[in-house]
């Protein structure tokens, strides 16, 4: 099958160069032409440029892929920006190396606006999550505004990683029993296969890859289910052929922020089940 979209991440900032062999839909210089007169244009390029300059760098980037002919160049795209003003120390260490990311989302062809997330990036298994609305507010900024008023919004969700981190170090302090663990497994299964047939387990969603993940923690259980759930590569069985398989990676943009920010509450939710 076509991947539905190029991916880069690095452990330095992003050139341009980089970027536009990724997602050169950053680089229009005009919208699609089915767009109409009231949509400003804003490119992605100026954004990135000013994030730089305000000592945000760009390291992860990338582009959904079109089918309808002449639209690829103006498609989704999603860059991953870390706050390097004061250096690039992981905010906690202890779970992992764990880094605030400001993440944003736009294309030129009229299916997003710009779209701006708090994410988290843990380098030990290079996952990148996303947290939901529920815990930081998403900001939305139409197609009508500046390039000034999307980074003083970037500011605003930057203003709010503490809040994100304090929930990650509250989620690392609570224990599930093996049932509670099914529990979310089961749950976290619905989000990413909503036909309910599902091709691995609930068990194999919680299996940790590493040893310094085994710890019962609801982080860990998170996480792991996160990374199994979205990155794939689990073997399983098809539930109409029971013929043998691994898992896809869910690597379209829409898809992996949506999976992405339901795991997030579903780990919220538990957190304030348990107390």
């Not at 194999?204 to 019962?216: E, L, M, Y």
């Given at each position: 099958?076509?991947?539905?979209?190029?991916f880069?991440r690095a452990?330095?900032?992003?050139?341009?160069?980089?970027i536009?062999?990724?997602?050169?839909?950053?680089?229009?210089s005009?919208?699609?032409?089915?767009?109409?007169?009231?949509?400003?244009?804003?490119?992605t390029?100026?954004?990135?440029?000013?994030?730089?300059?305000?000592?945000?760098?760009?390291?992860?980037?990338s582009?959904?892929?079109?089918?309808v002919?002449?639209?690829?160049?103006?498609?989704?795209?999603?860059?991953?920006f870390?706050?390097?003003r004061?250096?690039?120390?992981?905010?906690?260490?202890?779970?992992?190396?764990?880094?605030?990311?400001?993440?944003?989302t736009?294309?030129?062809?009229?299916?997003s606006?710009?779209?701006?997330?708090?994410?988290?990036?843990?380098?030990?298994?290079?996952n990148?999550?996303?947290?939901?609305e529920?815990?930081?507010?998403?900001?939305?900024v139409?197609?009508?505004?500046?390039?000034?008023?999307?980074?003083?919004?970037?500011?605003?969700?930057v203003?709010?990683?503490?809040?994100?981190?304090?929930?990650?170090?509250?989620y690392s302090?609570?224990?599930?029993?093996?049932?509670?663990?099914?529990?979310?497994?089961?749950?976290?299964?619905?989000?990413?296969?909503?036909?309910?047939?599902a091709?691995?387990t609930?068990?194999?969603?919680?299996?940790?890859?590493?040893?310094a993940?085994?710890?019962?923690?609801?982080?860990?259980?998170?996480?792991?289910?996160?990374?199994?759930?979205?990155?794939?590569?689990?073997?399983?069985n098809?539930?109409?052929?029971?013929?043998?398989?691994?898992t896809?990676?869910?690597?379209g943009?829409?898809?992996?922020?949506?999976?992405?920010?339901?795991?997030?509450t579903?780990?919220?939710?538990?957190?304030?089940?348990?107390?």
């Amino acid at each position: 099958m076509t991947p539905t979209h190029h991916f880069l991440r690095a452990e330095q900032a992003l050139s341009n160069d980089q970027i536009m062999r990724t997602a050169p839909s950053v680089f229009a210089s005009q919208p699609w032409e089915g767009m109409s007169d009231r949509y400003t244009f804003i490119p992605t390029i100026q954004i990135v440029d000013k994030m730089r300059a305000e000592g945000f760098q760009p390291v992860a980037v990338s582009q959904s892929r079109s089918r309808v002919p002449g639209k690829q160049d103006y498609t989704r795209h999603q860059i991953r920006f870390r706050d390097l003003r004061h250096g690039n120390e992981p905010a906690i260490r202890t779970l992992g190396a764990i880094y605030p990311e400001l993440v944003l989302t736009n294309s030129h062809d009229g299916a997003s606006t710009y779209n701006l997330d708090a994410g988290l990036f843990r380098l030990v298994c290079l996952n990148g999550m996303m947290v939901a609305e529920g815990e930081v507010s998403q900001i939305k900024v139409r197609h009508t505004g500046s390039a000034d008023g999307i980074i003083e919004a970037s500011y605003s969700i930057v203003e709010e990683f503490p809040k994100v981190l304090a929930a990650v170090e509250a989620y690392s302090s609570v224990k599930l029993s093996a049932p509670q663990q099914n529990a979310f497994a089961t749950a976290a299964l619905s989000l990413r296969y909503d036909d309910g047939e599902a091709p691995i387990t609930p068990a194999q969603v919680i299996q940790p890859r590493r040893s310094a993940d085994s710890d019962p923690t609801l982080w860990n259980t998170f996480q792991v289910t996160q990374e199994h759930l979205v990155n794939g590569g689990v073997r399983g069985n098809n539930p109409e052929t029971h013929r043998r398989l691994r898992t896809r990676a869910v690597t379209g943009i829409s898809e992996n922020t949506r999976l992405n920010k339901a795991l997030w509450t579903l780990t919220e939710k538990m957190r304030e089940l348990l107390g």
